[in-house]
């Protein structure tokens, strides 16, 4: 199952085309609605005021409430773009963004307002895509939950089992520790008071993916299937599976995690360290992983660039609305992204 993204922050709409999707499949449309509404802007004072509804409308690839098993399109209706924040600025890259980049790419085609493209608005029709792979794999019994593991240093608890994991989704602020949530709040809407923005981390996990699937080499490797799906979306910079970054602080002893046969005749781990992936197959643990989001690169405070078309050194002042952070708004993006990489690694 492959998907393409297309459309731009202010254009008419953005949208996404899932092909491969299997025939017969009952689209719970409420159910893609929820996941939907989850990442939606303009709710709070945590995100940005620019409001949208977010309701895909069907294309094609479904007849009668079922897939029809051809291309599945659905687009997703931008109605709050204010592309005149960006006009006066339009030869300015913007640091930490992808003006400069993109402008060399496309030989300055490219549509600036809000990014186009490049912008996080286009992790909508991702939700969308990543909702109809959660309800093929649902019918497989696994299932794909994440929460905030840190913001600006907070931390959140760690995930232990599937069931606090998955009800994460229910709350408005994807946390365990509400405690510590309710610190991650204060901290972004403090960065939001001086003019800035804050990143942060995601914990996913994949939850009944059996034994043996990957490959150690290139193309059908775990890691790197779920990687390339990560990185497509914006703001990731890092991509940690099991332990991560902390496996440079450990000795073998530590890193190791010790087999053992559970009452079933299934092998299990003591612990899951390798993130239930070894030589780039799964093991049959839960498949963890986290990622590490930058600050939204867009902040009220004057920054030096450059004149694109001037070629000058110059000042930037960003007017308009943007996320003091993204990451509470992101979880059910890299949710959505690890369960299309699962369906490529089932070769669904």
Request: include cysteine.
């Given at each position: 199952m492959k998907y393409s993204i297309f459309g731009e922050s202010h254009g008419p709409a953005i949208g996404v085309v899932l092909e491969g999707v299997p025939a017969?499949?009952?689209?719970?449309?409420?159910?893609?609605?929820?996941?939907?509404?989850?990442?939606?802007?303009?709710?709070?004072?945590l995100s940005t005021a620019r409001k949208e509804g977010d309701v895909p409308e069907i294309l094609s690839g479904v007849f009668e409430g079922k897939t029809t098993g051809t291309p599945l399109c659905a687009l997703i209706r931008n109605t709050d773009a204010h592309s005149g924040d960006y006009a006066a600025i339009k030869e300015l890259a913007?640091?930490?963004?992808?003006?400069?980049?993109?402008?060399?790419?496309?030989?300055?085609?490219?549509?600036?307002?809000?990014?186009?493209?490049?912008?996080?608005?286009?992790?909508a029709p991702?939700?969308?895509?990543?909702?109809v792979a959660k309800q093929i794999l649902a019918g497989k019994n696994i299932a794909v939950g994440a929460h905030i593991s840190s913001i600006y240093g907070i931390n959140d608890a760690v995930a232990e089992d599937m069931d606090s994991l998955l009800a994460v989704a229910e709350k408005d602020f994807p946390v365990l520790d509400d405690a510590a949530?309710?610190?991650?709040?204060?901290?972004?809407?403090?960065?939001?008071?001086?003019?800035?923005?804050?990143?942060?981390?995601?914990?996913?996990?994949?939850?009944?993916?059996p034994a043996g699937l990957g490959d150690p080499d290139f193309g059908r490797n775990a890691e790197g299937i779920f990687a390339q799906h990560l990185f497509?979306?914006?703001?990731v910079k890092a991509v940690g599976f099991g332990a991560g970054a902390a496996f440079s602080l450990m000795r073998g002893s530590e890193a190791n995690d010790p087999l053992y046969v559970d009452d079933d005749g299934s092998v299990k781990a003591e612990q899951n360290n390798a993130g239930g992936i070894n030589g780039?197959?799964?093991n049959g643990m839960p498949l963890v992983f986290e990622v590490t989001m930058r600050p939204t690169p867009s902040i009220a405070r004057t920054q030096f660039t450059v004149d694109m078309e001037k070629m000058e050194n110059?000042?930037?002042e960003l007017h308009g609305r943007h996320d003091p952070c993204v990451v509470h708004r992101a979880v059910p993006v890299i949710e959505a992204a690890a369960a299309l990489a699962t369906c490529e690694l089932m070769g669904i």
């Open positions: 017969g499949l009952r689209l719970d449309m409420a159910a893609i609605q929820k996941e939907m509404d989850r990442r939606r802007p303009g709710k709070d004072a913007r640091p930490g963004h992808a003006d400069y980049p993109a402008r060399v790419r496309y030989e300055g085609c490219n549509d600036y307002r809000g990014g186009g493209h490049f912008s996080g608005r286009l992790t991702l939700v969308f895509a990543g909702a949530g309710q610190q991650m709040q204060d901290a972004i809407l403090e960065a939001k008071n001086e003019q800035d923005s804050v990143g942060g981390s995601i914990e996913c996990m994949v939850f009944g993916l497509a979306v914006p703001a780039g197959i799964t110059a000042q930037l």
